[in-house]
């Protein structure tokens, strides 16, 4: 079994495709399809169930592929850290975030990283908090960027605070709370809402608020990216709750001060397992932005 062979099973997996695949990995279609039955007849098990119209993993295949995973991962680290130990930052780097980070100016700070390690091949996810920290504590990430009501850290995950921050209501400029110096979340609570998807750690944060306070609001609209939230707000179709340091970016609508806001804490986490040198390198970069801030 050859770490090559499960690349291109990796491949065909994430693509659907043995074309696909093939393209991705930079060989011809032939020279991948003869090695992924050759790694089929030493296992004694289809991977994948072709025919003419897709390409699905089999039950074996499903099975295969976490093992296949941490050994890439395994062999991709362990020259990582060889790297490392000879002064060098090498590997990957892959980084999560939700929309609405405001303790930092992520991409000044990724691009920071680029120019001193340029070996490092960076990706980026975006997505919301608790998916984020779960794809951490998987591995799939290395960093992430959280914002999490004030109910404690993640847990699965190492973590730092780099922030706190306020909620404010957000309003079409034609509202009749648009000219008022604030609001309190039992006035707010007449309005109609838009807000993430229920069940997500951003929409936590107002919810919780709303609850504590012992109030029920109407969330009509559930959208999942802030600059869509924005949009609706600005024809009055709707109120929101964002935070303070973020709403500034947003056209065409009003920021109101909440009286009772609830507080939204932003986090950087990483994997409880121990970081790759390129995780640790990129960590040092964040820390002097957020202490220079």
Request: aromatic share 6%.
């Given at each position: 079994m050859e770490l090559q062979q499960m690349r291109y099973v990796l491949a065909v997996a994430e693509t659907n495709s043995f074309t696909k695949a093939a393209r991705q990995c930079h060989v011809v279609q032939s020279a991948l399809s003869h090695q992924i039955a050759r790694l089929e007849r030493e296992l004694g098990a289809k991977l994948f169930e072709r025919?003419?119209?897709?390409?699905?993993?089999?039950?074996?295949?499903?099975?295969?592929?976490?093992?296949?995973?941490?050994?890439?991962d395994a062999a991709e680290r362990a020259a990582a850290e060889v790297a490392a130990a000879v002064g060098e930052v090498r590997g990957r780097l892959a980084v999560g975030l939700i929309p609405t980070v405001t303790a930092?100016?992520?991409?000044?700070?990724?691009?920071?990283f680029r120019n001193r390690h340029p070996q490092v091949r960076i990706s980026l996810r975006v997505g919301a908090s608790d998916e984020l920290a779960e794809r951490v504590e998987q591995g799939l990430l290395d960093v992430?960027?959280?914002?999490?009501?004030?109910?404690?850290?993640?847990?699965?995950?190492?973590?730092?605070?780099?922030?706190?921050?306020?909620?404010?209501?957000?309003?079409?400029?034609?509202?009749?709370?648009?000219?008022?110096?604030?609001?309190?979340?039992?006035?707010?609570?007449?309005?109609?809402?838009?807000?993430?998807?229920?069940?997500t750690?951003?929409?936590a944060?107002?919810?919780?608020?709303?609850?504590?306070?012992?109030?029920?609001?109407?969330?009509?609209?559930?959208?999942?990216?802030?600059?869509?939230?924005?949009r609706l707000v600005e024809q009055d179709l709707c109120v929101a709750m964002l935070p303070a340091a973020y709403a500034p970016q947003l056209t065409g609508v009003v920021t109101v001060e909440v009286t009772d806001a609830p507080t939204r804490v932003e986090y950087v986490?990483?994997?409880?397992?121990?970081?790759?040198?390129?995780?640790?390198?990129?960590?040092?970069?964040?820390?002097?932005t957020v202490d220079n801030e």
């Open positions: 025919t003419s119209r897709r390409v699905r993993l089999t039950p074996a295949g499903a099975a295969f592929l976490p093992a296949a995973r941490q050994c890439l930092l100016d992520l991409p000044a700070a990724l691009r920071a992430a960027f959280l914002g999490l009501p004030d109910t404690g850290p993640p847990r699965g995950v190492a973590v730092r605070e780099l922030a706190r921050d306020r909620l404010v209501a957000v309003v079409a400029p034609g509202h009749a709370l648009a000219a008022e110096p604030a609001v309190d979340l039992h006035r707010l609570a007449t309005e109609v809402f838009v807000d993430l998807p229920a069940g750690a951003a929409r944060q107002s919810d919780l608020a709303f609850t504590a306070a012992g109030l029920a609001r109407d969330v009509a609209f559930e959208v999942t990216t802030a600059d869509y939230i924005a986490v990483w994997s409880e397992s121990g970081r790759t040198p390129a995780a640790t390198a990129f960590l040092d970069i964040v820390q002097a």
